[in-house]
DNA sequence: TAACATATGTGAATTTAATAACATAAACGG
DNA sequence: CCGTTTATGTTATTAAATTCACATATGTTA
């Protein structure tokens, strides 16, 4: 098999296209080209091309591409031909803000329980959920067939948290918490922080005044 | 004036750094080195020592680097030696979540202003701030200095928002509707996409399922 | 004070990613 | 059925980011 390394921007693009084939698909469209998606989501149409290629053929010269064809085969690339159960841990604000997202469920993320060690937070409804005590988790899991955690609780508990998942047979894991985890190198962990690009944001604010000195 | 382009790879490990730096600060710890922050964050040491050499020379060889003055350094950089105004877009359950989140105000970020259009929540108080009505955020935005904007409205109305900042002399956009808005080139934009990292989760658990075939 | 250990700063080499350019294939019109 | 148009797939080119390797500077010890 011809292994071809797929770069991580490619497959961050992938799910930025999936989802906008939705939208066309939703919208009743059902060709497009590739600089119709580059300028949808605001890309180059080589770079469209380009990260479709490490999968396989999927348009017509001179045509494009059939927006229900390709929108199932990025869902399958993706992996979202699937359901997949998460487990958030963590009921705080996050956690909460987390297990009422619809653009998990949308795409076939199904939230199979929300986890606490806050007393004043364990058996609270949240939405058709109800926070479980943490020692609940690896019950749970195996019921529920977890694969992958989601980490929404304050730096201080989070490694703990994380060495929970791993323990009970999670294989990858998001980490809101701003601190670098330590797993099993066969662990796939990817962090969000909620405010590195605002420090972008700053950042490209304060150069550019300086260059308009 | 020597104007590098500083790759906006390097802004975002710099910020990381910088909230490391301060954990070391707040532990006591005067002196690091390029290899200890590496192992702090995940990266490698040259890959530190590069990022840092964008702008200027702030160790000393065979020692390391001052926490303290580092930590300086890396706030000033990313314009973090004063106070950011946000206006938070959307009262829903993320922007709650982001107006409660404490990493912003540790870092300087001021909310200044919670922002929603449904009559249900407008006047409802999160922490010490109420939530405004839209039409109301012209006047706060220019009273309170508001220069950054984050979206946290559904998709429907992600556009509109962002016109309303950009008609109001916002000047940056942390956005986390999961759709390519439309700005002026001179506006600051990033966007947010809570399910874009997920997928790359399930992406590379399939990925690897089908290499272990 | 000389030798050694340590860790930075940086230019070169390497790797990786993005862009451009173009050959190829499909559709259409006369 | 041939020429024209269109848009893909792919190769070549350019650009960018990361890693490597080492010269340089500092502190320490004998």
């Keep these: 098999m011809k292994t071809l390394r797929v770069p991580e921007a490619t497959v ?11 939208r066309l698909d939703r919208n ?3 060709t497009v080209s590739s600089g119709e998606i580059a300028e949808g989501v605001g890309v180059s149409p080589a770079q469209v091309r380009k990260d479709l290629a490490y999968f396989g053929e999927f348009g017509t010269r001179g045509v494009g591409y059939n927006v229900k064809d390709l929108m199932k085969y990025t869902l399958k690339i ?20 987390l297990c009422t997202y619809r653009g998990f469920n949308v795409r076939g993320f199904n939230i199979a329980g929300v986890f606490d060690n806050d007393p004043t937070r364990i058996g609270k409804r949240i939405g058709n959920l109800e926070v479980q005590a943490l020692e609940k988790f690896p019950e749970i899991a195996e019921r529920e067939n977890i694969r992958i955690g989601v980490i929404a609780v304050p730096i201080s508990a989070a490694q703990e948290v994380a060495d929970l998942l791993v323990k009970n047979g999670v294989e990858a894991i998001l980490n809101f918490a701003p601190v670098a985890l330590n797993v099993p190198d066969e662990i796939e962990i990817r962090n969000v922080d909620l ?13 550019r005044a300086a260059q308009s000195l």
Aim: glycine content about 12%.
């Design 12 to 22: 961050t693009r992938l799910s930025i296209y999936s989802r906008f084939l939705e």
């Design 195 to 207: 405010s590195v690009k605002l420090e972008i944001l700053t950042f490209n604010l304060g150069f």
């Design 78 to 97: 993706l992996g979202l031909d699937q359901s997949w159960s998460l487990a958030i841990m963590g009921a705080g604000n996050l956690g909460f803000a």
């Design 28 to 30: 009743g469209v059902t």
